[in-house]
């Protein structure tokens, strides 16, 4: 797929970018060899190629999960304009 001048000039509208007349054909070339660049990455063979998230294998740090409340109940609290039995006291909000 090649790109012309008037290509150029659509992709430049569509992201809104001023483009001189001049510039057109350099940009046509540079978004062609960008596009068969791309074109060659499809014809590698990537079947067996088992995905990478990092070039070194590493397997992620881990800690156990384990529920609590957090140690700092009478902090949280503190914070509150009232409490009542370790817990908040709002506003009642339906009748």
């Known amino acids: 797929m090649a790109l012309d001048k008037a290509d150029v000039l659509h992709i430049a509208r569509l992201a ?4 001189a007349a001049e510039d057109l054909e350099g940009i046509a070339s540079d978004l062609n060899h960008i596009i068969d ?4 990455l499809g014809e590698v063979e990537t079947d067996t190629t088992a995905p990478m998230t990092s070039v070194v294998q590493m397997a992620l740090k881990t800690r156990d999960d384990v529920v609590g409340d957090g ?3 009478d902090k949280v609290l503190a914070n509150a304009p009232e409490t009542a039995d370790g817990f908040f006291v709002v506003p009642k909000v339906i009748e």
Not at 16 to 19: S, T
């Open 16 to 19: 809104r970018i001023r483009v």
């Open 71 to 73: 140690g700092y109940a």
């Open 37 to 40: 660049w791309v074109e060659q």
